[in-house]
């Protein structure tokens, strides 16, 4: 009886010890968090709550990781700048595409080239890709897919990477169905800036991430729209010749999950998330294949490089339209 009882304290003695441990661990990570990330908050309680918040995240995420060890997940999470915030909270942040259901079908369609593609693209080794941009607290995603089909496109035909303006869009382009940083679409954008005359250069007109008044200015415009070009809705294939032979196109997804907003690595395959309500976008700026034969895209994401791969991630192909990556793809002609 006494060995039992000597080995019940015994057990609660370093179960409290681990407790300790895991609880200072935690705090330690919590003050590295908020250093690294440059977290300020109003009031004690205010840290408190936030502290929690990312404490449950933090939870979240090692779970996931932990499954993902066993082969059940293609990628991994990490906590990220966006840690203190509830998803919630995320969502009305930094999701910003805004699908009008009485929008009319644009008919030009992308035509397949019917040539054998690659086995794989990355655009960036062309340098048809600007830097990893940084949308902020603002729900201009549809902005950055805008500019970076286009700032393709200029640099395929110029051999010139320029950064365009984001913040013109955000200010200039409401007539057309645009709400600034409550959200827009990019097939909006293309038409504002084929009657527009074009789209200034970001330097001439640098991104603020809120809205403001217009300040277009044609003489620092870095290149016209002719016009724009809707991929074949659904179609993957379609998708992966524009890719191919195209440039980097602006696609849409579903990026409503947890599982997005701390994305880490691998590629990215999420049961939960829908092929038709989209509420996010990005830019694909290639494909491939891994060595243990899962297709991928490459996607361009605009929360900083501190999020997912140094700002991109790879996202599943050839896996039934997964999130919607090729239900609203498209990319503008100059």
Known sequence: MKNILFLFVTFSLFLTFCLSLRTSSLDRAWKLFKN??????????????????????????????LEADLCLHTYTMKINHFGDLTHDEFLKQM????????KKPHQKFHIPSNTKLPPSVDWRTKGYVTPVKNQGQCGACWAFSTTGTL?????KKTQNLISLSEQQLVDCSSDYGNAGCNG????????????????????????EAI??????????VATK???????????????????????PIAVAVDASQNSFEFYSSGVYSESACSSTQLDFSLLAIGYG???????????KNQWTTKWGMDGYMLFARNKNNQCGIATMASYALI
């Open 225 to 247: 729209v002719a016009n724009y070009v809707d991929i074949q809705a659904q179609s993957e294939d379609d998708l992966q010749d524009a890719i191919a032979n195209i440039g």
């Open 211 to 220: 809205d403001g008044k217009c300040r277009f200015n044609i003489k620092t």
């Open 184 to 207: 827009g679409l990019m097939d909006n954008s293309y038409k504002y800036l084929e009657e527009n005359n074009g789209i200034d250069t970001n330097a001439s007109y640098p991104y």
């Open 95 to 102: 999701i910003g595409l805004k699908i009008n259901s009485e």
């Open 151 to 155: 700032e393709g496109q200029l640099a």
């Open 36 to 65: 690294i990330h440059n977290k300020q908050y109003n009031s004690t309680n205010e840290e408190q709550l936030r502290q929690n918040i990312w404490e449950a995240n933090v939870r979240m995420i090692q779970k996931h990781n």
């Open 289 to 299: 294949t891994t060595t243990d034969n899962q297709d991928y895209y490459i996607l």
